[in-house]
Every structure is written in structure tokens, then in C-alpha cells.
């Protein structure tokens, strides 16, 4: 395959081979390779018809020594497998995922972008509801695909600041609802809101449905702020537990910083120094203005991104790219 890799966007590029793993019987198959992208879906199956849906995000990377790493990936099946029990269906076991996650890369390896394009080779893993069914209610069969795609990178350019406008008028997730799952129906349901947000060439954050008072999360992202010496990022039972939220609170308390994940209220973004979107896709988009058009408020954090969340996006990215150790075996360096 002919790839320009400085080209990428974050969009899709057809892989050769995705992976795919049928449940039958209360049984998963083993993961197979096909070039078949279609699926042969019954026009009643429960992904269609009632949203049985859970999806993923993971990364591999080509490392400066040439070694191609994958990052955190059981926290990707972890997570999955959690999401796959918010939504009534068979969770995919993390040996089962991870088999599928290798041999998708094993299949498509001229795919993983050369070391300094800044692209990386991202896998979207999908668990979709197959049994046809009119009457409300889960399906008994799923299916289990792997989708490889390079990726270009987030910041093509320099690491830049997005704005981003408080949103009251639609609610990602209810509080007890199925925002801690990584699941197609919350991000079908913020669309209203983040796709008038990006006409706005802005991003959306999402407050606390119950009451607007407390942030909840951005768009497709955890928010992280910075006040003090202190790393702040909500708590909720209505956001993704994000893996690189994750990664950066341990990475912010080796660095000294104070972790602190409880609610937070829009109005204290008034004394941060510091503000950012968190996750695989751009690792920390950092933020320069919250605008919060209802009650005519602007938070602002400077045009340029901050030097706590700047030194904390290189420490990730250092790990992710073997160009620093990784103390925590966050990586797996794969191997055929
Ligand atoms: C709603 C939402 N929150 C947070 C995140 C960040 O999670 P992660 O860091 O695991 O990619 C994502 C992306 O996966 C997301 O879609």
C-alpha cells in the first residue's frame, strides 16, 4: 500500500484485513482475518434495532528503536468488557480481544506508520448485538471486529489550543445512565450539540445532566485542569473512565503534582492557570477559552498550551514512543 503518511488526517484509510469473532451458543470463535469489510447483518439485529453497541480506541505505535508498540490494550478490553455488561451482552475476554488486536496488526503490519510521521496506527474494536428481534429487548449472538486504520497526527501543525463552549441544551449521559461505557448511543446523542459546537469551529463540554453546575467531560474526552500545583479532573458517574486520563494523573504525581478527581464547578475553571481535553486521539488538547455563551462568561487559559499539561502530553507521548522508559509496562512491544 502507497501511503503518504504526512497526509493522513484522523480519518479512516481502508485497512487489507480487519479481524472478526462470531458468539454463538453462549460460545466466542476464535478471531479470524478477512478482507471483508460488509457485513451479512439481519435487518432486526439488536445493534440495529435497540443499540447494542460498544466500541473501543487503541493505539500502536512505531517506536525511535523501530519497535512497534501497542498502548494499554487490556485497559481497552477491561473497559470494553464493562461496556458490553452495561448493554446486556457477552464480554469479550481480554485473551480473546487481545489475540484479535495482534493478529489485526500481524495482518496489516505495512499499515504501522514509519517512526517521526507523528501518524500511528489506530485499532477501533466493535461488539455489535446480531440476533434479529422485534420484541424490546438484548440479542443472544454478537459479533467481535477489529478495525485497524492508520491515523495522521492530532496536531499536524504544532501543539495547538481549541475553544470550547458550554453546552446546557442537550445531555451527553444521564447520571446513572450509560455514560461510563464507551458505547454508540451516547455519542449519537451529542451530536446535536457537538456538531453545533464545531460549526462554531469550537468544541463542546458537556456539564452534569441533573443539575449544570459541575463539568462533566468534553466531547469525546475527559477534561483535566490545573490549579496550583494540583491536577483536577471530575468525578462522575456519567463520564468515561478515560485510559489516558489515567496514565497522565500517574505521570502528573511523579511529577510532584497533587491528584485530585471530584466534582468541579464550571466556575472554578475562573482559577485555573491551566485547562485541557484528555484522551487516545490527541493524548492532551489543551484549551484556551471555555465560553459560556448563556451567562456571557469567558474562561480564558492563553493562546499557547500551558507548561504542566505541555511537560505531561511530552511524558506520555516519550513512553508511547520507547524514547523514555516505561516504568509502569504501559507499552507491549509486539513481536511476531
Ligand atoms: C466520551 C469519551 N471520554 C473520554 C475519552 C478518552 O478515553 P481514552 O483516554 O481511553 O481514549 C473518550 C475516548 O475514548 C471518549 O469517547
Request: proline share 6%; with cysteine.
Amino acid at each position: 500500500m502507497n501511503i503518504d503518511w504526512s497526509s493522513l488526517g484522523f480519518h479512516y484509510t481502508e485497512p487489507e484485513y480487519i479481524v472478526r469473532a462470531g458468539y454463538h451458543n453462549g460460545k466466542w470463535e476464535e478471531p479470524y482475518a478477512t478482507t471483508d469489510k460488509y457485513l451479512h447483518l439481519h435487518v432486526s439485529a439488536t445493534c440495529l434495532q435497540y443499540g447494542q453497541e460498544a466500541f473501543e480506541g487503541l493505539k500502536a505505535f512505531r517506536g525511535i528503536d523501530g519497535k512497534i508498540r501497542i498502548f494499554r490494550w487490556k485497559e481497552n478490553a477491561k473497559r470494553m468488557a464493562k461496556s458490553a455488561e452495561g448493554l446486556f451482552m457477552a464480554p469479550v475476554p481480554e485473551e480473546l480481544f487481545g489475540r484479535a488486536i495482534h493478529l489485526a496488526l500481524e495482518k496489516n503490519l505495512e499499515l504501522v506508520p514509519p517512526y517521526g510521521t507523528g501518524a500511528t496506527l489506530y485499532f477501533r474494536p466493535l461488539l455489535i448485538g446480531t440476533t434479529p428481534r422485534l420484541g424490546v429487548g438484548p440479542g443472544k449472538d454478537f459479533e467481535f471486529i477489529v478495525i485497524p486504520s492508520p491515523i495522521g497526527p492530532y496536531y499536524p501543525g504544532k501543539f495547538h489550543c481549541t475553544t470550547f463552549i458550554v453546552n446546557r441544551y442537550v445531555d451527553r449521559a444521564a447520571p446513572y445512565g450509560t455514560g461510563q461505557f464507551k458505547v454508540g448511543g451516547n455519542y449519537a446523542s451529542s451530536f446535536r450539540a457537538t456538531e453545533a459546537a464545531h460549526m462554531m469551529g469550537c468544541d463542546c463540554l458537556f456539564l452534569d445532566a441533573k443539575q449544570h453546575k459541575f463539568i462533566d467531560e468534553c466531547s469525546a474526552a475527559n477534561f483535566i485542569g490545573i490549579k496550583g500545583n494540583e491536577y483536577l479532573t471530575p468525578k462522575s458517574s456519567a463520564i468515561l473512565p478515560s485510559i489516558t486520563n489515567d496514565s497522565l494523573m500517574t505521570l502528573a504525581k511523579e511529577m510532584g503534582l497533587k491528584v485530585t478527581r471530584r466534582r468541579i464547578r464550571l466556575e472554578e475553571l475562573a482559577d485555573m492557570s491551566e485547562a485541557a481535553a484528555c484522551g487516545t486521539a490527541c493524548v492532551i488538547s489543551p484549551i484556551d477559552k471555555v465560553e459560556d455563551t448563556e451567562k456571557g462568561v469567558t474562561y480564558s487559559f492563553g493562546d499557547e498550551p500551558g507548561p504542566v499539561l505541555s511537560k505531561l502530553y511530552h511524558a506520555l507521548k516519550d513512553i508511547q514512543y520507547g524514547r523514555a522508559e516505561d516504568k509502569h509496562g504501559w507499552t507491549e512491544v509486539f513481536e511476531i
